[in-house]
């Protein structure tokens, strides 16, 4: 029956698809022109829906006209609040957080508009082009109300309300302590400080916004296509708001063109198109242009961190304080609140050092702008910044290197798991192993001998560090956003053989560029004893596990890893008490390899198919109670969740006539556990730094103080492109976490360290002119005004 | 208000006669043609998405209207390769992992056959200002250009 010779069970039990660069199943589709996005499909009949949006930051809706709008050639319809009232029910983005006010989220502005992009109307007709025609034909009038511009001056005394029913702008506030911080930083032989500031960002997934509806009248179901990384959590915030029960309301993404973030919360527009769906009894699709994309998805950053922090003589850092506010914008999102990132900020601000007291406090401020919501490493970006600033700005008062303070304050090898001042435990990463291993892949002490040298020669090169740690694949213990009510603690796995033999393997888990539907198949080859081509891997679909959440927060790796290997195993055991009647062996002889089960030390051998037939199809050859159904489902929570950590390094040189800064060294050490595909983390790696690099150097979402937008469009909204982003060396600690598989969450470090090491190294090429840099990103403006300042007080120490 | 355009799209001609003189040709291509290969990033020239050759030459099918089109030869990047033959471009964009979403990649790989026909790229300097009219959000570009480094070392050694 089988080719295969006596293998060797240790041989046979060595995985042989995870850990290698396995080619990616989904790229034949996507190199094509064959992969399909939501903005892709083609219901028949299907109508298109444009916005009308606010251009207002915050003011009364008095009147809305539509008759115009309505006569106009193509359109079906034209919808207001008014017009939708009665079909659905708003969704609050709930949370058990003290302090906390609940801005309940709704398809279309009911009264009052709150930022500019704001969706006031939806006009549905028989093209996108005769759609966004009848835009200009609905006429608002409103009542303008002061515009609540920055966070700062929405926290005074007599600042007009965005929310009036909060009674305050400060939509979260809160704070962690531990220790006497006041009495150590008092204590402390240095003392740092400093205002750091990361301002607002666009996430910028290259696919826009969109989403298509697909009415199906038999059932008054919908399926909801959407450019979503959380389609469960859609299905289930739709199906409560729509009491549209789960059968009949399927959310799929389909292929997605990134995310970060950005599309990683409900969106209006979401509810919007399946509540017109079903009262048209029509498909119908929306796709954001570039301007509706920028200016109403999901923002980042956009916070102001006052922290300090002491040292003792020896270089230790003892005490950390910080009051962090952060510019939430004008409503809290779904499901993961306003309160994710600035309280992030709070949270893993002590980083991966011992510091012994602590107190953070931070408080979330509505300002008539589009809602921050997660991106890419969320609060992590900036609690690093300011945390590696802190520290490099120790290093300098104390006379040390920048190296050498990060060794003696890093948590070592042997103080695992350590839990954090701020409440969080890491567990055994390669905190100290990564700094060492960055400083030799980068030549840390021969960079220090040529910057000296460069600077002789007047030129500003820089040499910067960035550590940091995180917390990745979060169990049921831990709420990934702060007293949010909603599960995301574990992931289902759901693997059939059916009666051709054929493997398919079902996860909630949504890929939007990380390659599950390879790095899935590579776990369940080898666990399953499969042959990775014959594994089929569906993600994304609402319809496929019972619940789901999606992909963020890096936890499908883990999490649907952990599932992954759960079931497989579950169901090798099924195949193996079939084979062991099938072969005449006992089951615990069997080992079930490359998509065979074979008795060990033996050729005889069935396929994976032979077994599939016997169980569903040939009635003799089982007996009946042996036929068991080739399906394995498991649920894997790993309750807390596994650190990642990482070094980065940069070497920059800022030109003192452009003040362009040129990237001309980057290494990046990290510890992402067991790698399951060296060139997927490869991968990812590369595309975090390079959305580091934009957050470091160019992107800003830039509102004036009556809340418009001034960088709506890629020309003003820069980020990187080939010729700003250097080559990258990534090197890896590949320390095995303890949860399933060993596997750590990599997905968002990339952007979480890059910021900070090209911050510290510009501060580094800098600080001969005596300049700190205190806010991101050092565009050539900012940079350009940076050395004015100090030539002016150069000049002016002259003059005295 | 309508019009006729014949073009050639990917080696098949196409006589199309309701077309609006305000289409775009990358909505020509998507909605008329259900060539959904070619994506829509910014509808505003930047990103690069859309890019697909006109007459041999990339353009942004975004900033043409298919009016313009009349009587041009177009390729797609369904006119590359196929998910059983990926062209050689395609084949290293997979090789070295030149992709994560593969949104915007249809353009990447219409800038790239450009590049490759037109340019010595002895550099991979020269191919990073080759593709900086396409961005790209997940890759940070580094095994773009390893792809089209790859591809070029390949053109040389067939034509050498």
């Not at chain 1, 903005?39 to 930051?57: E, I």
């Not at chain 1, 708001?241 to 059968?247: A, E, K, V």
């Amino acid at each position: 029956m089988s080719n295969d010779t006596r293998a060797e069970p240790l041989d046979v039990m060595r995985p042989r698809n995870v850990g290698a660069p396995i080619k990616r199943t989904e790229d034949p589709r996507l190199l094509t022109g064959r992969g399909e996005y939501s903005a892709d499909r083609k219901p028949d009949r299907l109508l298109h829906v444009a916005f009308l949006r606010s251009g207002q930051p915050h003011a009364l809706i008095t009147r809305i006209d539509t008759v115009t709008a309505q006569a106009a050639p193509g359109v079906i319809a034209v919808l207001t609040a008014e017009g939708i009232a009665g079909d659905f029910k708003p969704v609050i983005p709930f949370s058990r957080m003290p302090n906390y006010y609940a801005t309940p989220i709704v398809p279309l502005a009911i009264g009052k508009v709150r930022y500019v992009g704001e969706a006031v109307a939806a006009v549905i007709a028989t093209s996108r082009y005769l759609a966004e025609d009848a835009l200009e034909l609905i006429e608002v009038d409103y009542e303008p109300l002061d515009a609540i511009a920055r966070a700062e001056l929405a926290v005074v005394d007599d600042a007009v309300l965005l929310h009036e029913e909060a009674g305050t702008n400060v939509l979260i506030s809160r704070e962690f302590k531990k220790g006497d911080v006041v009495a150590d930083l008092q204590a402390a032989a240095v003392r740092v400080s400093g205002r750091f500031e990361m301002t607002r960002k666009a996430p910028l997934a290259m696919e826009p916004r969109s989403y298509t509806a697909e009415y199906d009248k038999r059932r008054d179901a919908v399926t909801l296509y959407t450019s979503s990384n959380i389609p469960g959590i859609v299905r289930d915030a739709i199906s409560e708001s729509l009491d549209l029960p789960g059968h009949r309301l399927r959310v799929v993404a389909p292929d997605v063109g990134g995310s970060f973030g950005s599309k990683g919360s409900l969106y209006p527009e979401e509810l919007l198109i399946c509540i017109a769906a079903r009262k048209l009894g029509r498909s119908l699709k929306w796709t954001a242009d570039r301007l509706e994309d920028v200016s109403s998805s999901s923002q980042a950053f956009a916070e102001v961190v006052n922290a300090e922090m002491g040292f003792d003589a020896n270089g230790v850092a003892t005490s950390l304080q910080a009051d962090v506010i952060g510019d939430v914008g004008a409503y809290s999102i779904y499901p993961w609140t306003c309160g994710l990132e600035p309280v992030q900020v709070v949270s893993f601000l002590p980083g991966p050092y011992k510091i012994a007291s602590y107190r953070g406090a931070v408080r979330g401020v509505a300002t008539c702008k589009p809602p921050t919501g997660p991106y890419r490493g969320v609060g992590r970006p900036i609690s690093t910044f300011v945390a590696e600033s802190l520290m490099d700005l120790g290093a300098r008062a104390l006379g040390l290197d920048p190296l050498e303070i990060r060794r003696r304050n890093l948590v070592r090898a042997e103080e695992f798991p350590y839990r954090i001042a701020s409440g969080i435990i890491w567990d055994k990463t390669g905190f100290v192993e990564c700094l060492e291993a960055a400083a030799e892949a980068a030549g840390y002490e021969q960079l220090r001998v040529e910057q000296a040298a460069a600077r002789k020669r007047g030129r500003l090169l820089g040499v910067g560090i960035a550590s940091y740690a995180e917390l990745t694949g979060i169990g049921s213990r831990i709420a990934v956003a702060p007293g949010m009510p909603i599960n995301t603690g574990s992931e289902t796995a759901k693997i059939t053989i059916d009666s051709t033999g054929a493997i398919t393997a079902a996860f909630g888990v949504a890929s939007h560029g990380q390659g599950l539907e390879t790095t899935l198949a590579q776990i369940v080859a080898d666990d399953l004893g499969a042959r990775f081509e014959d594994i089929r891997v569906i993600q994304g679909d609402s319809d496929e596990v019972p619940m789901s959440t999606g992909t963020y927060a890096s936890r499908s790796a883990v999490l649907g890893g952990g599932a992954a290997k759960h079931a497989s195993r579950i169901l090798q055991d099924k195949i193996k008490r079939v084979a062991s009647h099938l072969l005449e062996a006992n089951q615990d002889d069997i080992e079930v390899s490359g998509g065979k089960a074979a008795v060990i030390g033996t050729d005889r051998a069935v396929t994976l198919k032979q077994v599939a037939k016997a169980v569903y199809s040939d009635m003799k050859t089982l007996p009946v109670e042996a036929r068991e159904e080739l399906t394995a489902t498991y649920t894997f929570d790993p309750i807390n969740g596994t650190t990642a950590a990482a070094t980065h390094i940069a070497v920059v040189e800022v030109d003192p006539a452009t003040c362009f800064v040129k990237i001309l060294k980057y290494v990046v050490a990290e510890d992402c556990g067991r790698i399951i595909n060296p060139m997927i983390v490869d991968g990812q790696v590369h595309g975090g730094v390079a959305q580091g690099i934009g957050a470091a150097l160019f992107e800003e979402l830039v509102y004036d103080d009556d809340g418009q937008l001034l960088s709506a469009s890629l020309v003003d909204y820069v980020i990187p492109s080939a010729a700003e982003v250097p080559v990258m060396d990534v090197v890896h600690i590949e320390s095995e976490s303890a949860v399933a598989g060993g596997f750590r969450g990599m997905g968002e470090g990339g952007t979480i360290g890059a910021p900070a090491a090209i911050a510290n190294a510009i501060a580094d090429a800098l600080s001969p002119l005596g300049i700190d840099v205190s806010i991101l990103p050092m565009t050539p403006e900012r940079i350009f005004k940076l050395l004015e300042q100090a030539r002016l007080n150069t000049r002016g120490k002259a003059d005295e | 208000m309508s019009t006729t355009v014949s073009v050639t799209v990917n080696g098949t001609k196409y006589d199309l006669s309701d077309v609006e003189p305000r289409l775009l040709l990358s909505d020509f291509l998507r909605d008329m043609l259900g060539l959904t290969g070619t994506h829509v990033g910014c509808e505003h020239g930047v990103c690069g998405a859309c890019t697909v050759l006109v007459n041999g030459d990339s353009v942004r099918s975004c900033l043409m209207l298919a009016v313009q089109a009349k009587g041009a030869e177009i390729t797609t990047v369904e006119g590359l390769g196929t998910p059983e033959q990926l062209n050689v471009l395609q084949a290293q964009f997979r090789e070295h992992h030149g992709l994560q979403c593969g949104f915007c990649t249809p353009g990447m790989l219409m800038t790239g056959e450009d590049l490759l026909r037109k340019y010595p790229l002895a550099t991979d300097d020269e191919i990073r200002e080759g593709l900086s009219g396409n961005l790209c959000r997940c890759t940070g570009y580094q095994n773009i250009v390893a792809a089209i480094r790859a591809a070029a070392a390949l053109r040389a050694e067939g034509t050498s």
